[in-house]
């Protein structure tokens, strides 16, 4: 488990907080999410990255699924967004 969560941070290290956007670091989280649903659950759950937006819901970052069954959504945000103001923000509240 220490080795999934230290392959991310390896990989968000490569670029300069000073430089990262809301995307920069998108496919090192879809690699820690993936290395997630691999050891909890093998095929059975699956992380979708920019699933179809949904009339109405908006179209999160990412999906997670099991089964056919959402298990949630995960909105990704910049490092040092307020993630305060985030949770009351219209966006999140569509998902």
């Known amino acids: 488990m220490n080795q999934i969560f230290e392959t991310y941070l390896q990989k968000i ?5 000073s430089e990262q956007t809301e995307g920069t670091s ?7 999410l993936n290395a ?4 909890a659950g093998a095929n059975r759950i699956g992380v ?4 179809t937006r ?3 819901f ?14 949630g959504y995960v ?7 307020n993630l305060d103001k985030e ?6 509240a569509k998902h």
């Open 13 to 17: 290290r490569n670029t300069a907080v």
């Open 75 to 81: 909105e990704v945000k910049a490092i040092g967004t």
């Open 87 to 92: 949770l009351k923000s219209e966006q999140l």
């Open 48 to 51: 979708v990255h920019e699933p």
């Open 54 to 56: 949904q009339q109405g």
């Open 26 to 32: 998108r496919s090192a989280l879809e690699d820690l």
């Open 58 to 71: 908006g179209a999160p970052d990412f999906k997670i699924k099991s089964s056919g069954e959402i298990l």
């Open 36 to 39: 997630f649903a691999a050891k």
